[in-house]
C-alpha cells in the first residue's frame, strides 16, 4: 500500500509540475521494486519533463519491457521517441498503442500527424476516422482531419473540419491560423481576410497572427495593412530582425521612403556594421552626395546576391559625384564588377574587415 501511495504521490507532484521531486520518488520507488513497471513509467515521464530525454527513454523502454500489454507506456514511450527527433521508432509506439487500445485517441492523433509527414496522408487519415465515427465533435480530430487534408491538396476539403475544430476551441490560435490559411489556399480570400481580422482583434490572437496575416496581405498586395500589422508586430517584439526587414519592404513597396528606410537600417549586419565601427571609435553616417567628391567610398556588400546587385546600380551615381569607389563583398561578385562598374577595386571580404576603412 506504501509503493502504491508512492506511485500517486509522484505523478500528483508531476502534475503539478514538480519534476524533480517527482523523478526523486519514482526512482526510490524503481529501486526498491525493480519488476514495477508503473515506477518505470512515471520515472519516465517525470525525466521528460525535466528536458531528460535520453534517460527518460530508457525507463520508459523498461516500463515497456516489463509491461507489454500497457498501452500507456507503449504511447509515452512513442512520445519521447519523437521528441528525441526519431519519428519512424515513434510511429511504431503509437501503433503499439493502439493495438493495444484501438480507441486510445492521443496514440491516433500521433500516428495520424506522423504518417502525414512522412507522405502516409492516407492512411493518417484512417487512424482519424474512428475516433470521427465514435465521436463527429471531437475538435483534435476534426483538426487533425483537416491538416492532413491540407497536406494532401485539398485545401476546400479541409475547411469544414478545420472551421469546426476552430469554433469548439477558439482559444487555440494555431488552428484559426490553420483555417485562415486553408480558406486563403482555396481560393477564399474574403473569408480568409475576415478569419484573420477576427483572429488579430483578440491578444492571443493578435501575437500570433500579425505576421501570417501581414503576409498573406502582402501576397495580395494590401501593403498599406501589412505594413500596420508589421509595425504592431514589431513594436510587440522590437528585437524580432525579420519583422524590421518585412516592414521596411511594406513601407518601401508604398513609397514611404522615411519610413521604410529607417525599418531597412534595423538589419542585423548593418547594425553590426555600426557596432564595429564604434568600437574603432568612429562614427556611422551616411554623407551627402555633395561630400563625395574625390572621397574614397567603400560599397560593403553585406547582404544576399540580389540584393547587392540591385543596390549596385546606383554606384555610377556616386561615382558621377566624384567618389572614388571600392567594393567589398561576395567574392563571386568581385570579376563581374570590375568590368561593369567603375570601381577602384573589387574583392571579396565582410563587413567587419571593412568597418575602419573609408567611408561606409
Known sequence: MAEDGDLVRALRLLQSGAATEAVAIARGLAAREPGNARARLALGLALRAQGALGTAYAALQEATRLAPGDYAAAFELGVTLE????????????ERAIALRGD???????AARLLADAGRAGEALA????????????????????????????????????RAAARAAPERVAWRLDLAKALADAGDDAAARAEYEAMVATRDGAAAGRVPFGRFCVSRGDFDRAASLFAEALAAAPGDEALSLYLAQAQLLLGRWEAGWHAYAARPPRRAFEAARAALGLRYEVPGLASLAGREVVLVGEQGLGDVLFYLRFAPRLAAHGARLRFRGDPRLATMLRRSLPLASAQGGDAASEAGAGTP
Open 83 to 94: 521528441a528525441l527527433g526519431k519519428p519512424r521508432e515513434a510511429l511504431a509506439g503509437y
Open 104 to 110: 486510445f485517441a492521443p496514440a491516433r492523433y500521433g
Open 127 to 162: 487512424r482519424l476516422e474512428p475516433i470521427l465515427r465514435a465521436r463527429p465533435d471531437d475538435a483534435i480530430a476534426l483538426h487533425e482531419k483537416g491538416w492532413v487534408l491540407h497536406r494532401l491538396g485539398d485545401a476546400a476539403g479541409a475547411i469544414a473540419p478545420l
